[in-house]
């Protein structure tokens, strides 16, 4: 038995057109699910949907916005209609507002929620609608490092993350009754488009590599491991956990 394998499973990535999603959603299909790839841009999708068909894996494309209900609803409902389950969601779709706090408008604070916090919240509700059917199922919630802990300019972010790691407990005790685990991984600093304005930022560059025990960026890649673990059977007892990859960062004082 291949404890890591993903076959016959279906499996829900958010904001996978590109950046950490993006390696997830490629893992998930590579070790053997169909992986329904989401954003909101259609025709970047549809690029990762052929990339994926010319390796031979298997994936669908349901474009939404994962912070607009009737949007998730419709898309919830089109996966039970073509796939007939849901066996996993990875909460991944977010975004960053930097800006410091007297300038922080209410509008891009409640944007933020909405999508990093309200927008998994609300996809956890549908997507363990379908997975109480077989009464068996996983969430993966993409919190950060930077939710325990603090730094100037985003906290909103920092709010929306800590507040991901609460909703990942509070499901896991909800849900872990009904035999759907739920868990997340906090990703230290990870060289994607989300982060493109720090890693060109030299002095920052040199802070993280300086800070970072394993002395570098992480490359969005090495996120995969962590995703399948936690939604393979390998992590068949794993429920309620927040798993750390970040090069050791947040264990350095
Ligand atoms: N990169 C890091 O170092 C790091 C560290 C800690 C945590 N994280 C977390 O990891 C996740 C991914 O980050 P990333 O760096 O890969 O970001 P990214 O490169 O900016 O990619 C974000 C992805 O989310 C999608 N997205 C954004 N808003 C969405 C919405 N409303 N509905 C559906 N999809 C949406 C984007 O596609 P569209 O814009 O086309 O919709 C894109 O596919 C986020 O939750 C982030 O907070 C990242």
């Not at 494309?61 to 949007?71: K, L, P, R």
């Not at 068996?136 to 507040?163: D, W």
């Not at 890693?199 to 995969?224: H, K």
Request: charged residues 20%; glycine residues 10%.
């Amino acid at each position: 038995m291949n404890l890591f394998s993903l076959n016959d499973q279906v499996i829900l990535v958010t904001g996978s057109s590109r950046g950490l999603g993006w390696e997830m959603a490629k893992a998930m299909a590579e070790a053997g699910a169909t992986v329904i790839l989401n954003g909101r841009d259609r025709e970047l999708l549809s690029k990762r949907q052929t990339e994926l068909e010319k390796a031979g894996l298997k994936s669908a494309i349901q474009a939404f916005d994962a912070a607009n209900e009737n949007e998730v609803l419709n898309g919830v409902q089109s996966i039970a209609e073509k796939h007939g389950q849901l066996d996993g969601l990875i909460n991944n779709a977010g975004i960053q507002h930097r800006k410091p706090l007297q300038d922080f408008e209410l509008s891009d604070y409640d944007r933020l929620m909405d999508v990093n916090l309200r927008g998994s919240f609300l996809l956890a509700r549908e997507a363990s609608k379908l997975m109480l059917e077989k009464s068996s199922g996983s969430i993966v919630n993409i919190a950060s490092i930077m939710g325990p802990l603090g730094r100037k300019t985003i906290s909103a972010y920092t709010t929306s993350k800590g507040g991901i790691v609460g909703l990942t407990k509070a499901l896991a005790v909800e849900l872990g009754p009904q035999g759907i685990r739920c868990n997340a991984i906090a990703p230290g600093f990870f060289a994607t488009e989300m982060n493109t304005a720090l890693v060109e930022n030299q002095e920052f560059s040199d802070f993280i590599e300086g800070r970072t025990p394993l002395q570098r960026w992480g490359q969005p890649s090495e996120i995969a491991g962590a995703a399948v673990f936690l939604m393979s059977s390998a992590a068949s007892y794993v429920n309620g956990h927040v798993l750390t990859v970040d090069g050791g960062l947040s264990s350095q004082v």
